[in-house]
């Protein structure tokens, strides 16, 4: 949409998505390209999540169409795990698998859906948590662990897959406000490494920092879509400006 | 130095009689509890009559008669089975109860190995040895099948079923994208489920072969399995069914987000929640089934329970307190078996959570 990095590796194209007959995705388009880190933001309800949750679909849409890594995504099971595969997404409650250590849940997936061997496997997990600073809670449970460090593991469980595209849907809205940080750190690193970024949150450091675009999103529409330094200094529209106002004031 | 004594009027006062309200309950609950057992004690050994035969009974009616239980023993356990065949159910539950013992033992090597062994290849080399028929071993039809031994059977084979068809039946009810199997499982779940166990019986007993070509002898022991499967299924589906439920939604998303499939998110994240959740549930189903087995008195076959009646009614052992001792002798076997299970199944639960979902 903005600035060319690379080719594209999703596109999306006049997205439709409604829940009963409430409609939460009304036309959205949206290119990204390679290596470029995109963050959404936008008053609660404004459709952020559903709109990256179609990128795996976790969300079927209504209508409209998404290409991922030239794949166009349909019914077919195959191609959605396929791409799944190529699309790592972290969540807002973590979803770690609780009855799994860390370093468990950082292998199951490479072992079982990428056909690692375990040694692979495990090399790879510690790779990535020591990437993400807690190799030393590998034998741990998730349930023992502060909510940061839950994050941080459930960065690196779906980096461990190497994806060619992270998904964050508000990563750090469930956290405490001390552990914020450490998990925006850690997230800047991999997306100033090169990884396609999409990232939804209201953590606008975090987005001054890393966003090569910044989407502005109300009512199931996107609204504004620029790169940040016009976004925050001078927004298009008066819903942008407004939204920004109340972000930033606290 | 606080002596034992004293900690012992201390650990009193505060656990019994910490208000006056509570001292007069403990007082009255405590008295009946003795009494409970000063009758029980009394009835069971004291007043018992433990030697000689049925005129002993006669002579000392305010106690239990155990020579009733030790003449009838064998009929309990084995029903009809031939008494020179007894060997062969004996061979069985002997590898029956040593597999659970070293299923239960968890140190035991090859734990995986054993459960294949005893899931797989025990069940049917035990119906082949009972059944006998070849090999020079004697036909033993099921119908002398009884006691013990056919309660065993049926609970096991209920148990053992039960769980895999009722996951399987559980995961359909929840297949939105499979319409279809969805239906199937919901009427299959709701039928069994609306239908008393004794009706379920009946009907596998008696329509079970009108369904069958005449040339197909189905023995009437196998119909009765059929029947408990049907319904234990049905239960269990329900069990599982709220395990399922009770995880939250990101479990799912989760683990398609990493691009597992259908099963393998069931087996490597979903199941193995669940299961934890559906603990109490399997095992007080287990338990029902084992306790249900009795009903297959109504189609003609002796289970333990069946086989105690059988010699309660026998007019040789008329005695008022023979019906009794038949039936405490029932409930106190009854009782040890759900209650390991009961125990095993709270010991489970802690091992499960212990570590997890604790921080420290
Ligand atoms: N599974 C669902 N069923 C019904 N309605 C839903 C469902 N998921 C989302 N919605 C509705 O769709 C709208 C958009 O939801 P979405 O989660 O995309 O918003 P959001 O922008 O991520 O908001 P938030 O900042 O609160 O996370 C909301 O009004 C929500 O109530
Ligand atoms: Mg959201």
Known sequence: ???????????????????????????????????????????????????????????????????????????????????????????????????????????????????????????????????????????????????????????????????????YDEPTSALDPEMIAEVLDVMVEFAESGMTTVCVTHEMGFARKVADCMIFMDEGKIVEASDPNTFFTKPKSERTKLFLNQILEH | MVGLG?????????????????????????????????????????????????????????????????????????????????????????????????????????????????????????????????????????????????????????????????????????????????????????????????TVLFATAFMLPLFMPASVNFDQLLRAMVGFILFSSAYMAEVVRGGLEGLQRGQYEASDALGMTYWQSRIRVILPQALKIMIPGILLTFIGLFKDTTLVLIIGLLDFLGMIQAGISDPRWGAPNVPFTGYAFAAVVYFCFCYSMSLYARHIEKKFSAGRDRRH
């Open chain 1, 1 to 167: 949409m903005v600035t060319g990095k690379g080719e594209k590796i999703i596109e999306i194209n006049n997205l439709q998505k409604s829940f009963g007959t409430f409609v939460a995705l009304r036309g959205v388009s949206l290119n990204v390209r390679k290596g470029e880190r995109i963050v959404i933001c936008g008053p609660s309800g404004s459709g952020k999540s559903t709109l990256i949750r179609c990128i795996n679909r976790l969300e079927v849409p209504d209508s409209g169409s998404i290409v991922v890594d030239g794949v166009a995504l349909s019914d077919d099971v195959k191609a959605i795990e396929g791409i799944r595969r190529q699309v790592g997404m972290v969540f807002q409650q973590f979803n770690l698998f609780p009855h799994l250590t860390v370093l468990e849940n950082c292998t199951l997936a490479q072992i079982w859906v990428a056909k690692r061997s375990q040694k692979a496997a495990e090399e790879t997990a510690q790779h990535y948590l020591e990437r993400v600073h807690i190799p030393e809670q590998m034998h741990k449970y998730p349930g023992q662990l502060s909510g940061g460090q839950q994050q941080r593991v459930a960065i690196a469980r779906a980096l461990c897959m190497e994806p060619k595209v992270m998904l």
């Open chain 2, 6 to 198: 004293q900690v012992f009027l201390l650990w009193l006062r505060e656990n019994l009689f910490f208000s006056w309200r509570n001292g007069v309950l403990s007082v009255v609950v405590g008295g009946f509890l003795l009494w409970i057992i000063f009758l029980l004690g009394d009835w069971f050994f004291l007043s018992a009559t433990w030697s000689g035969g049925i005129e002993d009974c006669r002579m000392r009616q305010d106690g239990a008669c155990w020579p009733f239980v030790r003449v009838r023993f064998s009929q309990f356990v084995y029903g009809f089975y031939p008494s020179v065949e007894r060997w062969r159910v004996n061979v069985v539950m002997f590898v029956f109860f040593t597999g659970i013992a070293l299923l239960v033992w968890e140190r035991t090597p090859w734990r995986g190995k054993i459960v294949l062994f005893m899931l797989c290849v025990f069940p049917l080399a035990s119906w082949f040895l009972m059944r006998g028929g070849f090999f020079g071993l004697a036909d033993v039809s099921t119908g002398r099948w009884g006691g013990f031994m056919l309660t065993l059977v049926l609970a096991s084979v209920g148990i053992v079923t039960s769980l895999p068809f009722g996951i399987l039946l559980a995961l359909g009810r929840r297949a939105e994208s499979l319409p279809f199997v969805k239906a199937f499982c919901v009427v299959f779940i709701e039928f069994w489920r609306g239908v008393p166990v004794i």
